[in-house]
């Protein structure tokens, strides 16, 4: 199974800062990543597909970076609605596999 | 509105079965590959399986493989996930998740869960 890593695990930042995490595949994944958002209590929601296209509403602060085996989300500018955990996903090879996850906290 | 709804999850005795369903509403369910994706703290989130639109494609993870059975009822918009043999490793929250069929994409809907519990 292909392994994917999330860094960092968790970290902490400010309204308006800028933000990066980084997900690492254990082998070559092509562009086959997805990149999803999940606050307590809901399910995950999808921001960034085909590692760097925007799903349909979410806001342009976010972007997304990558191709191979090494990848990025980026929050340009971070909002109060942003805290929140951020996962990782690949669909290149099945099973499919997540990231552990980012939790990105107030500072 | 586009949604997915699940039910079925409780608590359950190891070696027990559950049922999990899931009601999708706003979309033509029946165009749609539709997927069972678990989380717990201690695994994080797994796939769990795999159904294509007609039934004809189905995969598991090797964790569920021979113990769980996904099916789909394309007249009732429903997804199932029939668990046998559960275990305690069993014991996360169970989403109902949609595949983006125009960029063929995985998990662009998800459900706000049900929650399964394996315990004596």
């Known amino acids: 199974d292909i392994q994917m890593t999330q860094s960092p695990s968790a970290m902490s930042a400010s309204v308006g800062d800028r933000v990066t995490i980084t997900c690492r595949a254990s082998q070559g994944i092509n562009k086959y990543l997805v990149w999803f958002q999940q606050k307590p209590g809901k399910g995950p929601k999808r921001l960034i597909y085909?590692?760097?296209t925007l799903q349909s509403g979410v806001p342009s602060r976010f972007s997304g970076s990558g191709s191979g085996t090494e990848f990025t989300l980026t929050i340009s500018s971070l909002q109060p609605e942003d805290f929140a955990t951020y996962y990782c996903l690949q669909h290149n090879n099945y099973p499919w596999t997540f990231g552990q996850g980012t939790k990105v906290e107030i500072k | 509105e586009v949604q997915l709804v699940e039910s079925g999850g409780g608590l359950v005795k190891p070696g027990g079965s559950l049922r999990l369903s899931c009601a999708a509403s706003?979309?033509?369910?029946?165009?749609?590959?539709m997927n069972w994706v678990r989380q717990s703290p201690s695994k994080g989130l797994e796939c769990v399986a795999f159904i294509s639109t007609s039934g004809d494609s189905i995969h598991y993870a090797d964790s569920v493989k021979g113990r769980f059975t996904i099916s789909r009822d394309n007249a009732r918009n429903s997804l199932y996930l029939q668990m046998n043999s559960l275990r305690a490793e069993d014991t996360a929250m169970y989403y109902c998740t949609r595949d983006c069929m125009t960029t063929v994409t995985p998990f662009d809907l998800w459900g706000l869960g049900t929650l399964v519990t394996v315990s004596s």
């Open positions: 085909a590692s760097s």
């Open positions: 706003g979309f033509t369910f029946s165009t749609y590959n």
